[in-house]
């Protein structure tokens, strides 16, 4: 892998963090909220302003993360419901333009697969699923080595798929304690340390339909490790129970015995994956099947 210096850009639809990486080190890591609600200008002054925080003469490329689709062909963002200005405005260009270094753009939990693949619990792995687990329910997939985004970039989007009664991600996010059980999250989680029957049972539940999502997605791609990313991450042994019970029944054992499901371990790992994007071109793997 070539030795050089990255920044990842992990533009969150509430915060805004940028930092250096070099040699799989995130160096140099700044941060700030992101008023999302701004205008194209304003935010793209926000994000210039993160970059030229970090940005020195060594650096190659950037690589974006953004929480929304991108256009394969264009790599134009398109579908950013948190960040309304953003939508099909060519970042790409805008910032290659300014800083005179390759930009690469994804959507971020497809970055946060390429940084589990590149830097974390995905390194022994050639195929891989990294499932984003917060407010929303967000997916990226490696397959043979390289992220499969599909033909308009919305592959993985497990949780848009309808299951009881509403849509997975529904029941496997973090608003499933509010939506079911009128609870926050955080609330919850806090009643489980506690050792509260209720709120351990709630995980239960959680871990229940987790498990019906899994299966869902091994029934559709086989593949060998799942990672599981996001706030919900912390919660993992209040749930991976009744997720491995749930998985019992999957009809395949012998994909089932192989399969690894594991919490991602990396800090800083959607500046990492967002670098990540460079990196997989650089050494000869492009990031993305689309762009062979």
């Not at 990294?130 to 499969?148: H, M, N, S, Y």
């Not at 059980?181 to 995980?203: C, S, T, V, W």
């Not at 991450?233 to 994909?255: N, Q, V």
Request: charged share 20%.
């Amino acid at each position: 892998m070539e030795k050089t210096q990255i920044i990842g850009v992990d533009l969150g639809g509430t915060n805004l963090r940028a930092g250096i990486v070099n040699e799989g080190i995130c160096e140099s890591v700044v941060a700030q909220p992101l008023y999302a609600q701004g205008s194209r200008a304003q935010i793209l002054e926000q994000i210039f302003g993160v970059i030229d925080k970090v940005i020195s003469p060594g650096v190659k490329a950037i690589g974006i993360g953004v929480p929304g689709l991108v256009d394969p062909g264009s790599r134009i963002p398109y579908d950013i419901v948190n960040i309304p200005s953003l939508n099909e405005t060519d970042l790409r260009t805008v910032l290659e333009q300014r800083y005179q270094v390759a930009v690469k753009i994804e959507n971020d939990a497809n970055c946060f697969a390429l940084g589990e693949f590149h830097f974390g619990a995905g390194r022994s792995c050639t195929s891989l699923v990294g499932l984003t687990i917060g407010t929303g329910l967000g997916a990226g997939i490696i397959v043979d080595g390289k992220l499969f985004t599909g033909k308009h970039g919305g592959a993985g989007e497990f949780g848009m798929i309808p299951y009881g009664g509403k849509n997975i991600e529904y029941y496997v996010s973090g608003r499933f304690f509010s939506n079911v059980y009128q609870i926050a999250g955080e609330e919850a989680y806090r009643r489980a340390l506690e050792g509260d029957p209720e709120a351990i049972k709630m995980y239960g539940d959680f871990g229940r339909h987790l498990g019906e999502a899994i299966k869902l997605i091994m029934y559709v791609l086989d593949t060998e490790c799942i990672i599981i990313g996001g706030a919900v991450k912390a919660a993992f042994p209040l749930y991976a129970k009744s997720m491995w019970a749930t998985l019992g029944d999957f009809e395949f054992s012998r994909s089932l015995a192989a399969l690894k499901i594991e919490t991602s371990s990396l800090i800083n790992g959607n500046i990492l994956g967002a670098a990540a994007l460079y990196l997989s071109a650089a050494d000869g793997r492009p990031y993305s099947m689309n762009n062979q």
